[in-house]
Every structure is written in C-alpha cells, then in structure tokens.
C-alpha cells in the first residue's frame, strides 16, 4: 500500500499541507525543528491511532489553535483507502473511513499497515519489558484487528483486579477473588497465545534480517517469555495453560497479599533478545542494538507484507544519520526492494545511491517543498 496524499491542518507546526506522494523511496530534507518528525507522526497518528511519541492530541493540535485534521489517501493492491480524522477541543475524534464514520478508531486498526522506526525504537532493546509488549501488542493489533479487543479486555479485569486487592489490603473474600482469577486467567489466555504465536513468526524471519544488514552469520534471537510459566497458550486448547495460571496465582497468594498487586500474568511477559548467545541489551555496542531494533522493525514489516498481502509503509524518522556508510547502504538497497518508505534525515552526510524513483523533499518552518 502506498500514501498518495497527506493534507493537515493545525497539526503541531503545520497550518495547511497538502502533500502529494508517490511509490518507493522519499527523503524528507530539513533543518532541525522543521517539521519532518511531525509529518511522519501524523502519517503514524492516523494509521495507528496513536502518536509514536506518546503525544496526546492536545500536544498535537498547533498551538492557539482549536482542532487539527490529518487526512491521507493510499492506494493498496486491492482497494483505494481514505482515511480522515478532525479532533476539536472538548470533543473526542471523529473518524471517517472513505467517506464513512467509524465508531471507534480501533475498527481502523490495520487498514493502512505503517511501521515506524524512529531513534526512540532503540528502547526495544535497550529498556525494559514494557517497549517490548508494546511493540508485540501494537503488531498484533495491526495484524489481527480482534486482537486490541482483547487486550482491552484483559486490561480491564487486571485493573479490576488490582483494586479488589488494594480495597481489601490483600486479603479479598475468597469467593471475590474466584471470580477475579477466572476472569483473568480467561481474558489472559489470548494475550499469551497470540503474542507466542508472534514470537514465533519473529523467530523464524529476523536472524536472516539481521545477518543481512550486519552481514554477521551468528544470528539474533528472540524468544517468548511468558508471565505465566509452563504449558504453552493454545486459542483452541487452553485448559491446561489456564489451569497452570490458576494454579500460578495460588501460589502468588501471600506475595500479593503483601504487594496488594497482581503479580502472574501476560502483563508480566517479555521477549528475550540474544546475540552470540549474549544479552544483547548488556553485551552489543550502541550501533550493534540499533541494527538489532531495525530488524526487529523489518520484521514488522515482513510480516504485516505476509499477513495482509499489502506492502506496509515505513516511516524512517532520523536512521541514516546513526548508521556507517556500509550500513546505509545495506538498508536503502533493502529498501528499494519494498514498498514505500518515508525517510527523513537533517541532511545527507555522505552520497546515497538512492535508485531514479528516489524522491527528495524539502521541509522548512512547516512546509513541504519538491518531490
Ligand atoms: N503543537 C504544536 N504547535 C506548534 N508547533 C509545534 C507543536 N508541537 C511541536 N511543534 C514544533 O514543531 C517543530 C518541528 O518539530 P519536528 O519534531 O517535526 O522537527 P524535525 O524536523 O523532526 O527536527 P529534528 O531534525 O530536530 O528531528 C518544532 O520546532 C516544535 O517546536
Ligand atoms: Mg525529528
């Protein structure tokens, strides 16, 4: 799938744009503060429902004004897709997909597959367990739409649960607290199966990803580890693992009685990224990690292509800069095999071998020019 056009209004430092774009690669040029980081974040805002910064929408809105609008347009194998969003202060987002309202920006969810990688992604392997489920969490939701359901769900009851044990400081009637851990043994059995069966399909593309960009044969790993120990989560059987959870927060009883928080769960659960049999995160150099979080990140996109049978957009926010010479140029060839990438950089160190289709643009103070 590829963005043919991005208009804004009032969206952070953009008043009005009207972006027209094409398939394959696209520079976006510019000093520091014009605004290229925003452009992919509103590209990102509307596919996702989620600014990649963690922005809420009245961050995003530009300042003084009293609403922003983010529109865009792309074009797929199968279908012509238009997505538009308005937010106005006090009010909650309106969506509309090709003409129609959505209720809820969840319904949306993977219409228009994006990955973005930005210098923020290193926390993939650089910080804890939360950017990792995060990332898992966020794929899945791309991958299958049913899934944000179900993690809303299972977020719910874990609240639910958590305040049962602070209202009762640790100790719930024991017939409460039977239903709270059916609940949530329930709600967690699909969070667990599905981020498993993820874990997996990463497993299986990212070493040769990876060997590609570093031209390392010793592969990168990456392996599940689950909140809940033992047997494995099934969608079509899953007695066993729900018996095994069940069984996990008996024992976690006492502990949690002290802590008043739930301790056993798919809220607990990471992935493990190895190296040369190494944690990566206390074992690779800086420039090692990133190349590990960019593949993770082409992972994503492998598996969006394979899934959907469309091309993903990649959104590169400020890569090149970070990686040698040989390295940029492992990834734009990479690139130029894909689907369309928007790539921004405060300018060019160094000759890119970007193929004829290459756009360049150039951003200042909020505006767009070239292509
Ligand atoms: N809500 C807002 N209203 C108006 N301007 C904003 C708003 N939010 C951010 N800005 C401004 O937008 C400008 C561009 O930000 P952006 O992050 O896109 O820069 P950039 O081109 O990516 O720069 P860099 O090369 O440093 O990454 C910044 O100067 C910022 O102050
Ligand atoms: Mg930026």
Known sequence: MHVHRVELVDFRNYEQLTLDLTPGCSFFLGPNGSGKTNLL???????????HRGARDSDMVRLGRPGYRIAVAALGRQEALELDLVWKRGQSRRLRLNGVPVERMADALGRLPVVIFSPGELELVQG???????????????????????????????????????????????????????????????LAAYRQELAAQLAGVLPALHAR???????????????????????????????????????????????????????RDDLAISWQGRNLRTF????????????????????????????????????????????????????????????????????????????????????????
């Open 213 to 267: 960009l570093v031209g390392a044969a010793e592969a990168l790993k990456v392996e599940y580890q689950p909140g809940v120990s033992g047997p494995p989560a099934s969608l079509r059987n899953g007695d066993e693992w729900m018996a095994a959870y069940r069984q996990q927060l008996v024992h976690a009883r006492p502990l949690e009685r002290r802590r008043r928080l739930t301790l056993i769960g798919p809220h």
């Open 284 to 371: 690779a150099s800086q420039g090692q990690q990133r190349m590990a979080a960019l593949a993770m990140k082409l992972a994503e996109v492998q598996l969006l292509r394979r899934q959907a049978g469309e091309e993903p957009v990649l959104l590169l926010d400020d890569v090149l800069s970070e990686l040698d010479s040989s390295r940029r140029a492992v990834l734009l060839d990479f690139l130029a095999e894909g689907g369309q990438t928007l790539i921004t950089a405060a300018a060019l160190g160094g000759a890119i071998r970007a193929d004829d289709s290459a756009r360049f643009y150039h951003v200042e103070a909020g505006q767009v020019r070239g292509g």
């Open 128 to 190: 804890g367990p939360v950017g990792r489920r995060r990332y898992l969490d966020l794929l899945l939701c791309q991958l299958f739409p049913a899934y944000y359901d179900r993690w809303l769900t299972y977020q719910r009851v874990l609240l639910q649960r958590n305040r049962l044990l602070i209202q009762s400081r640790g100790d719930p009637h024991p017939g409460e607290r039977e239903v709270w851990d059916g609940s949530l043994v329930e709600a967690g059995l699909p």
């Open 41 to 51: 974040e509103a590209i990102r805002v509307i596919a996702c429902g989620r600014s």
